[in-house]
């Protein structure tokens, strides 16, 4: 079955900078649009960033543009969030998410998601 699972989350002060991972299983990874989200308490879940299959296409939220860097390496089933000059409104739970299609929306839209894994917390301080 599919499982996606996020790690490198944790807390860090403002300025500063950490890697999110998520390792992905159970489906054709290379063949699908890969995605991070977050949900800050009392927020609804926003997406960050995507990634197309072969990673050369990404979108940003406005938010996190010059400053988190989505990658992904398809021989590891695996896509990464590079998250530099952190604040403190980044605080907030992070998810991986993954389309079952190629086709990644230049407006990252939660309802296109249809598998997602269970979080990371990220704190900034």
């Known amino acids: 079955h599919v499982q996606l699972v996020e790690s490198g989350g944790g807390s860090v002060q403002a300025g500063g900078s950490l890697r999110l991972s998520c390792a992905a299983s159970?489906?054709?990874?290379?063949?699908?649009?890969m995605g991070w989200f977050r949900q800050a308490p009392g927020k609804e879940r926003e997406g960050v960033a995507t990634?197309?299959?072969?990673?050369?296409?990404?979108y940003y939220a406005d938010s996190v543009k010059g400053r988190f860097t989505i990658s992904r390496d398809n021989a590891k089933k695996t896509v990464y969030l590079e998250m530099n000059s952190l604040k403190p409104e980044d605080t907030a739970v992070y998810y991986c998410?993954?389309?079952?299609?190629?086709?990644?929306?230049?407006?990252?839209?939660?309802?296109?998601?249809?598998?997602w894994g269970k979080g990371t917390q990220v704190t900034v301080s």
């Open positions: 998410a993954a389309i079952m299609g190629s086709y990644c929306s230049s407006v990252i839209r939660r309802a296109d998601f249809r598998y």
């Open positions: 990634a197309n299959i072969n990673g050369v296409r990404t």
């Open positions: 159970g489906f054709t990874y290379s063949s699908n649009c």
